[in-house]
């Protein structure tokens, strides 16, 4: 789960995280009267969406005044941002975060994640922070610093001073920097983040060293422990076809293509989604409808399959293991029927009564394409979805 801006930072200043002092607003007026409050010559208005880029598309604007702060928000609020990160459609803007001013002398970047690879968290860092670091990333990856620490051991000072010094921090910023660095560090773990970047992390002119940007996400398997942040959800910020499912309990992510696939298993979906596009086809979900499907649930999955207009076609792949195939197949027909489907079906079954659900599909007299293989799924799938024969 994502959070906004704002709300990460006053979780990293509940960690003893430096960031500046900030109101947020959902009008220019509240704008202007938020950066009267906060006082200092100059505020930053900043666009508050699950997305980052908002720099380069215009969504944060420095302001010199409470007037030019109104007038900044007032351009910003109700913008449809564009960034790398909000997809083709963009994100309407709906609030923003004025925060006072920093002078800033030098930008930087960390972040923690975990590192699955070496089953360590890492700490990532570089001098070359702002709005640039995936390019940095790829084009100068020797100014990009990694330290791992092991999980059991914890971090260690010594491994953020080093990181410090790389960085080329003098003295007192590295103190501040191994101070900034831990507290980070207890809120990934107390919150169970599953990342935090700072981006960027600044060092003003008089030596503080501030988060300027806070962006952070929580393992969403962590978060019955955290009610706290569950509380922060924004579901507007969320894909509209996510949070439906979310609802119903189906695990479902969109995605661009257009063949709809409901299948039972995250693995399965997985190896559903590489063997359409191993077809030459493109997947427009993944959904993994569960190993304790029933009726209502495949009903409730092809609804949520066909609000996704770019579906053409769509292939139901089930493995019977607990999940019974005749279940499955009288939910495929009954919804089929209510919904009166449109597009062309395709529907592999493979386990637990599987043959009793296959002449559930043949006697339904609908237009059901069976298949037997999931190679075969996969090619009448992409040949339907092609407009071909189905
Ligand atoms: P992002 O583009 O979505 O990552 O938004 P950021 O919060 O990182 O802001 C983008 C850029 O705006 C930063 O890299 C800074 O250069 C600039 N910026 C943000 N806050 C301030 C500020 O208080 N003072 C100054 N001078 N620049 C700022
Ligand atoms: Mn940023």
């Given at each position: 789960?994502?959070?906004?801006?704002?709300?990460?930072?006053?979780?990293?200043?509940?960690?003893?995280?430096?960031?500046?002092?900030?109101?947020?607003?959902?009008?220019?007026?509240?704008?202007?009267?938020?950066?009267?409050?906060?006082?200092?010559?100059?505020?930053?208005?900043?666009?508050?969406?699950?997305?980052?880029?908002?720099?380069?598309?215009?969504?944060?604007?420095?302001?010199?005044s409470?007037?030019?702060?109104?007038?900044?928000?007032?351009?910003?609020?109700?913008?449809?941002?564009?960034?790398?990160?909000?997809?083709p459609?963009?994100?309407?803007?709906?609030?923003?975060?004025?925060?006072?001013?920093?002078?800033?002398?030098?930008?930087?970047?960390l972040?923690?994640?975990?590192?699955?690879?070496?089953?360590?968290?890492?700490?990532?860092?570089s001098?070359?922070?702002?709005?640039?670091?995936?390019?940095?990333?790829?084009?100068?990856?020797?100014?990009?610093?990694?330290?791992?620490?092991?999980?059991?051991?914890?971090?260690?000072?010594?491994?953020?001073?080093?990181?410090?010094?790389?960085?080329?921090?003098?003295?007192?910023?590295?103190?501040?920097?191994?101070?900034f660095?831990?507290?980070?560090?207890?809120?990934?773990?107390?919150?169970?983040c599953?990342?935090?970047?700072?981006?960027?992390?600044?060092?003003?002119?008089?030596?503080?060293?501030?988060?300027?940007?806070?962006?952070?996400?929580?393992?969403?398997?962590?978060?019955y422990?955290?009610?706290?942040?569950?509380?922060?959800?924004?579901?507007?910020?969320?894909?509209?076809?996510?949070r439906?499912?979310?609802?119903?309990?189906?695990?479902?992510?969109?995605?661009?293509?257009?063949?709809?696939?409901?299948?039972?298993?995250?693995?399965?979906?997985?190896?559903?989604?590489?063997?359409?596009?191993?077809?030459?086809?493109?997947?427009?979900?993944?959904?993994?409808?569960?190993?304790?499907?029933?009726?209502?649930?495949?009903?409730?999955?092809?609804?949520?399959?066909?609000?996704?207009?770019?579906?053409?076609?769509?292939?139901?792949?089930?493995?019977?293991?607990?999940?019974?195939?005749?279940?499955?197949?009288?939910?495929?027909?009954?919804?089929?029927?209510?919904?009166?489907?449109?597009?062309?079906?395709v529907?592999?079954?493979?386990?637990?009564?599987?043959?009793?659900?296959?002449?559930?599909?043949?006697?339904?007299?609908?237009?059901?394409?069976?298949?037997?293989?999931?190679?075969?799924?996969?090619?009448?799938?992409?040949?339907?979805?092609?407009?071909?024969?189905?």
């Amino acid at each position: 789960m994502n959070v906004h801006e704002y709300q990460a930072k006053a979780l990293l200043a509940e960690f003893g995280v430096p960031v500046p002092a900030g109101v947020l607003a959902t009008t220019p007026a509240e704008a202007g009267a938020g950066a009267r409050k906060l006082g200092t010559p100059v505020v930053v208005v900043k666009a508050q969406i699950h997305a980052g880029g908002r720099g380069k598309a215009g969504g944060v604007k420095l302001a010199k005044s409470p007037e030019e702060a109104e007038q900044a928000a007032s351009d910003i609020l109700g913008m449809t941002l564009h960034t790398p990160q909000t997809g083709p459609e963009g994100k309407l803007v709906r609030k923003v975060y004025v925060e006072a001013g920093s002078a800033i002398a030098d930008e930087l970047y960390l972040a923690i994640l975990f590192d699955r690879a070496v089953e360590r968290f890492a700490l990532v860092a570089s001098t070359e922070g702002g709005m640039e670091i995936e390019e940095v990333a790829s084009t100068n990856p020797e100014k990009i610093h990694t330290v791992h620490v092991e999980p059991n051991v914890g971090l260690k000072d010594y491994q953020s001073r080093a990181l410090g010094y790389e960085l080329g921090l003098a003295p007192e910023q590295v103190t501040k920097f191994v101070a900034f660095v831990a507290g980070l560090f207890e809120l990934f773990l107390a919150k169970d983040c599953s990342q935090v970047e700072i981006n960027p992390l600044v060092v003003t002119e008089s030596g503080e060293l501030i988060a300027l940007d806070g962006k952070i996400n929580f393992d969403d398997s962590a978060l019955y422990r955290h009610p706290e942040i569950a509380g922060l959800r924004d579901p507007e910020e969320e894909d509209a076809r996510e949070r439906a499912a979310n609802e119903i309990d189906l695990a479902y992510v969109g995605l661009d293509g257009n063949i709809g696939c409901m299948v039972n298993g995250a693995g399965l979906a997985m190896a559903t989604l590489d063997m359409i596009h191993y077809c030459g086809g493109s997947p427009a979900n993944f959904l993994d409808a569960g190993g304790g499907a029933d009726k209502q649930k495949v009903k409730e999955a092809f609804k949520l399959i066909l609000r996704d207009e770019n579906v053409q076609a769509i292939l139901v792949n089930i493995f019977g293991g607990i999940v019974r195939c005749d279940l499955i197949a009288e939910g495929v027909t009954a919804a089929a029927q209510d919904l009166e489907l449109s597009v062309p079906l395709v529907v592999r079954l493979q386990g637990t009564m599987a043959e009793e659900g296959r002449a559930i599909l043949a006697n339904s007299g609908l237009d059901i394409t069976p298949a037997e293989t999931l190679q075969e799924a996969g090619e009448l799938a992409v040949a339907a979805a092609k407009g071909g024969k189905g």
